[in-house]
């Protein structure tokens, strides 16, 4: 009998240990591919599909026979990223710190207090991002996933009529969730990539990412397992922005740290899991009446800067 390694596997159900009943868990979980099988954690895929680890084992490896996995030269990097898009925020001097707008294939993450003006950016965003993209959009839907039930759709009206836009056909292309617990949000998530291919979604909110982890686990004994599930969280939002070519953008709650006694105590929450995966991260501030001063804290390729926007009634400008 050839060795498994010379195996050529048609279909997931083709591989070692996995049926047609595992095979569907996998498709709905987002591992449809040989190439995200391949990558996965043994742990993660026999919790995800109900397998014994020693099975999702013998079918990574398979899976690993039916594809190429390991380096690559940067110009093929470069060449991919020039697939690259950005959506328009509204305003010239956010746009600019961004380096053009938030962009796709990245999270982009705004962190700050209380009516700060992260909703309104997720909102503006997901009306832009419906834009052609001469117009600074993606010309593509939206899947919003609401975790504070902060979602208002007559804040989208308001904001499509001032852009000009028909509001029916904006609110028909945002495909909203409202998460009810972590477990819930991590599911949406992993389900996402059908409805991003077949509703053509260009931009996926989460609003706020922390906040039912922060619900939910509480005090220090639980912290080391609130951040192992919210590092797979992100890690699963950053595959889906890479895969589908598509902009991440997440807001994140804080809390006053009491060790810094001088500066700003403002700290995101998160640690350093969610600090490390976000690409582009922004702390944002309210200024004098409807002003925001926005931070680009941390980026693998932008400098840091400021930027000063106002939030009206007619959305994001300078």
């Known amino acids: 009998m050839a060795d498994d390694k010379k195996k050529y596997y048609k279909d997931l159900e083709d591989l070692p240990g996995i049926g047609e009943v595992t095979a569907e868990k996998l498709r709905a979980a987002g591992y449809g591919e040989f190439s995200a099988l391949a990558a996965a954690a043994p742990h993660d895929l026999a919790e995800t599909a109900g397998m014994g680890v020693e099975s999702a084992k013998k079918a990574i490896e398979a899976a690993k026979t039916m594809v190429e996995i390991g380096f690559e030269s940067a110009d093929v990097v470069l060449e991919r990223r020039k697939n690259i898009a950005k959506i328009k925020t509204g305003s010239d001097a956010l746009d600019e710190l961004l380096g053009g707008g938030v962009e796709t294939m990245a999270i982009t993450e705004m962190y700050g207090k209380f009516s700060s003006g992260k909703s309104q950016l997720g909102f503006q965003l997901t009306v832009n991002a419906q834009k052609s993209p ?16 902060t979602f208002r759709p007559e804040r989208i009206v308001q904001l499509a009529e001032a852009q000009g836009m028909d509001p029916q056909q904006v609110l028909k292309n945002i495909h909203i969730a409202r998460a009810e617990n972590t477990d819930h949000q991590i599911i949406l998530a992993e389900r996402a990539g059908e409805l991003i291919e077949n509703h053509n979604i260009k931009l996926i909110v989460v609003d706020s990412l922390t906040s039912q982890f922060r619900a939910e686990y509480l005090g220090r004994g639980a912290l080391g397992e609130r951040q192992q599930k919210l590092n797979k969280h992100v890690h699963m939002l950053q595959k889906l922005a890479e895969k589908y070519n598509v902009a991440v953008y997440i807001t994140n709650q804080v809390m006053d740290n009491p060790g810094i006694l001088f500066g700003d105590p403002t700290t995101p929450i998160g640690g350093h899991i969610l600090a490390h995966s976000s690409t582009y991260r922004l702390y944002v501030r309210k200024s004098k009446e409807d002003k925001r001063i926005a931070r680009l804290v941390d980026s693998p390729n932008l400098p840091e800067g400021e930027a000063v926007f106002r939030v009206t009634p007619k959305g994001l400008t300078d």
Do not use: R
């Open 134 to 149: 001469e117009e600074g959009g993606l010309g593509g839907g939206v899947l919003f996933i609401d975790t504070e039930a």
